[in-house]
């Protein structure tokens, strides 16, 4: 990861949200750069993309993913491990990328950090 703005990465971004014990990802609503390690989801290694983590979640009780809405306004789907991506974090989201973040996670009845809120009102 090449910016100068980027921070450690610590483990906590891999946590996967789970509503109902209470667990969320902290990193929910920053804007971040993956890139693929490996292919996966019809991408190929090195696939790199940038945007805003809405959130991140099991499917199957297998695959982790992770959902990072682009500044185009696309959605990505991420294999959510250490294994397939490489994860930079530039820092804090601001003014669209956030709305469409906190919207997305309305949609999918997920509640919105208090952080983002915040943001939004002022």
């Known amino acids: 990861m090449s910016r100068a703005k980027d921070i450690l990465v610590n483990k906590q971004i891999f946590i996967i ?3 109902k014990r209470g667990k969320f990802n902290p990193y929910v609503g920053y804007l971040v750069r ?3 390690k490996r292919p996966w989801g019809k991408k190929p ?3 790199t993309a ?4 809405t959130w991140t979640f099991c ?3 297998r695959t982790l993913i992770g959902e990072i809405i682009t500044e185009s306004g696309k959605i990505v789907s991420c294999p959510w491990s250490r294994n397939y991506l490489e994860i930079g ?3 804090p989201a601001e003014g669209d990328l ?3 973040a906190a919207n997305r ?3 999918v009845n997920l509640p919105v950090p208090t952080w983002i809120a915040a943001a939004l009102d002022s």
């Open 17 to 19: 949200e789970d509503p």
């Open 34 to 36: 993956v890139k693929w």
């Open 45 to 47: 290694a090195g696939f």
């Open 50 to 53: 940038q945007g805003v983590l």
């Open 59 to 61: 499917k199957y009780g």
């Open 89 to 91: 974090v530039i820092g």
């Open 98 to 100: 956030l709305r469409w």
């Open 105 to 107: 996670r309305m949609r």
